[in-house]
């Protein structure tokens, strides 16, 4: 079970800078599992049929092109198409993980609680090769709660590094890291989570430290308006508060 949420956790998370990529991935390590005999039930999903792994491999090659072509990432997100593929990649990405780990680990522990009557019967029966409606549903939502909350912190970290010109090499970073977690996740998932986890909290401090930098930096350029006291920046002609002519210490170019 732990590995499960572990590699739940970090996917959902991963899935918040490339969702196609991370589906993708999520169904060639079923395959592998189910060519290595390890879990021969995982290939009877949808999701790891030949059209739906042609659909990934699509969805991961353009989500890759539109990343580094401005204007197509431009008109991408004016449409709310990056939203839409986020969401559907972490539904189906969480869906499938639940499909092909879950079971297992509730059918173990279904097994060691056998002597314990109706509760190891329970577990046993969500043990099976399909999961209660309401657990699905309730693994999916967290899942993309959790992303929505990563992809927001990415977008206000995006911002910052857009002020600076490195979106490109922030990009490039990006995708060798999402590529490199998801090639160590199936061998090592409670690891990359804690390494995920570590690099998460270093973006959200950084992602609070640059505001908090540009906070400080609007302050300094802000001065008290000799009419009303509101703070006006130091080059305004006018106060947007009560609307009063005021000198500038500044001038624009100046």
Known sequence: MLEFVAQLIVVSGLAASR???????????????????????????????????????????????????????????NLHLDKILRAVCVVATSHLLTAAKLPNDLAANGRALASAGEAGDLAGQLGGTAQPWWLVLSIAGGALTLNLLLTWVRGRLLERIGDIGLVGLWQKLETGGVVALLAVLALAPVLVLGLFLVLTLLLVAATLLGHAWEQALDRRRRRACPHCAAPIRVEALLCRQCRGDVEPEVWMGG
């Open 19 to 77: 969702p196609a990529l991370t589906l993708l991935a999520i169904q060639g390590a079923v395959l592998a599992q189910f060519y290595v005999g390890s879990n021969p039930v995982a290939t009877d999903h949808w999701l790891v049929s030949p059209g739906a792994i042609a659909a990934g491999l699509a969805l991961a090659v353009v989500e890759l092109l539109i990343e580094h072509e401005a204007d197509a990432e431009e008109l991408y997100r």
